[in-house]
Each structure stands twice: as structure tokens, then as C-alpha cells.
């Protein structure tokens, strides 16, 4: 499916927050995806992503994370003084900040014309995979991805600890996990806390392991995982389809 390529502005808190917007060129009603980066923010590898995601038939929304501390427009480069950064600014932002976020993307989508009422999603990569988890508590998702989500158990997100493990118990979506069981940001011990964390919430979820790195979707570094990132994309198109189908 062929798509269109747009960046909106939207305010929050007296602060522009670009969007970039990735929807299917052909007219009609479509799911609306609240599209989450890693600290790098929407660099080529994120923005193809979002279009991917686009051409099976959403209208991809990706919020620049970073935007009350970072020029519009900035890509952090995925070296290692692009990963201070990145996680300085995350680190700088107010978790109450990334929840706001949130629910201006959301109205955003659900003011699109294009969106379908009452469908709507989200899917993010590592801290974007957090704040995907997170997005779960608003009434509107109905879908969550989380690819290789950091720091849910121990609440590190931005300023403070972030209580997203203790509010799992809010999630009405059903949720899809995505982990490389090499990734040393998400061990094993952690990754059980979430999966018992939403089974003892009995919240509908399906969990894809894959021996591979974190980051392992970033088609642009040493730890990309082509096969992985394949299968990882088949999984996520059938979830959502399954969820979006009525």
C-alpha cells in the first residue's frame, strides 16, 4: 500500500511537538497508531519503521520525544555521545511530561478524519516501548506493542521512578511483547516481572522471544537482526490486524 509523509505541530504545555505522520495514500478509514521512538528520536531507521507499519494500513503518528529540551527536528546520532543525550533528555523529562504527550497524540488521532472511531493503537522501541506500555492506560488503546521496552520494573523512564509496573492493573488493551533474550537492558528477571506483572492483572497478552540484541529492529547498526526483525513483523501485522478486524 502506498502512503503519504506529513509533519504536524501540535502543542503541549506551551511546547511544539512535531509529529511526523505516516497514513495509506488511498482514501478511507484506518486504525491511528501512536508510534513510539528510542532516545534517537525519528533518525531514517524510526521513520522507515513508522512507514512500514503505514503501508498495511495505518495512520502512523510519531511524537519527536524530546521536544521541550530538544530543536525541532533534531536526530540524535546512535553513537556513543548520541546515547548520553538521548539518555540525558530522557532522564530531564518529566514522566507526567511523556503522559501528556500521549494523550495529545491520541486526540490528535481521534480528530483525524482518516482514523477509525474507536480504534486505536500504539507500538514503541525500547524507551518507546515503555511509554507504549504506558500509553495501555488510556481508555482509547485498544493495542499495545512494546519492542524490547527499558526500565518498567525498576521505573526508569525520566525524572523520578515511574509506577508503570504498579498500574498494570489499568491496561484495557491487549498487549504484545517483543524481546531479544541477548538484550542485557531487559534480562530475564525483568522480562518475567512484566509477564507476571500483566498475568496476575489477567490482561490479554502474547510475549515473542528472539535470540537477539537490543535495538535488533534498528535497521542502521551491528546489532540488526534482519530474520529476527522479519518474523518480529509478521507477529505485530497479524496482532493488530486480529484486534483491528471489526
Known amino acids: 500500500m502506498q502512503i503519504t509523509k506529513r509533519n504536524v505541530e501540535l502543542r503541549v504545555d506551551n511546547s511544539l511537538m512535531r509529529v511526523y505522520v505516516a497514513a495509506p495514500k488511498t482514501a478511507g478509514l484506518y486504525p491511528g497508531i501512536v508510534f513510539y521512538s528510542d532516545i534517537y528520536q525519528l533518525g531514517a531507521p524510526i521513520i522507515r519503521l513508522a512507514n512500514y507499519l503505514a503501508g498495511y494500513g495505518y495512520i502512523v503518528a510519531a511524537p519527536e520525544l524530546f521536544h ?28 507526567a511530561d511523556y503522559d501528556a504527550d500521549c494523550r495529545t497524540v491520541i486526540e490528535f488521532l481521534k480528530a483525524e478524519s482518516g482514523v477509525c472511531p474507536g480504534k486505536i493503537g500504539t507500538l514503541g522501541f525500547c524507551i518507546g516501548g515503555h511509554l507504549a506500555f504506558r ?20 521505573g526508569k523512564l525520566g525524572q523520578g521512578v515511574a509506577d508503570t509496573i504498579d498500574r498494570v492493573t489499568e491496561i484495557k488493551a491487549q498487549m504484545l511483547l517483543v524481546f531479544g533474550t541477548l538484550d542485557p537492558h ?11 506483572a500483566l498475568e496476575s492483572a489477567n490482561i ?14 534498528r535497521d542502521d547498526g551491528y546489532r540488526y537482526d534482519s530474520v529476527a526483525t522479519t518474523f518480529a513483523w509478521a507477529e505485530i501485522v497479524t496482532f493488530l490486524e486480529h484486534i483491528f478486524a471489526n
Open 204 to 217: 490479554p497478552h502474547k510475549v515473542l522471544l528472539y535470540e537477539a540484541e537490543h535495538t535488533f529492529m
Open 68 to 95: 521541550r529540551i530538544e530543536p525541532i527536528g533534531l536526530v540524535i546520532e546512535p553513537d556513543d555521545l548520541g546515547r548520553m543525550r538521548g539518555n540525558d533528555d530522557a532522564r530531564r523529562t518529566a514522566i
Open 186 to 196: 531487559i534480562p530475564e528477571h525483568d522480562r518475567q516481572s512484566i509477564i507476571k
Open 135 to 154: 500509553a495501555a492506560f488510556m481508555s482509547e488503546i485498544k493495542a499495545s506493542v512494546c519492542c524490547y521496552p527499558t526500565g518498567i520494573p525498576s
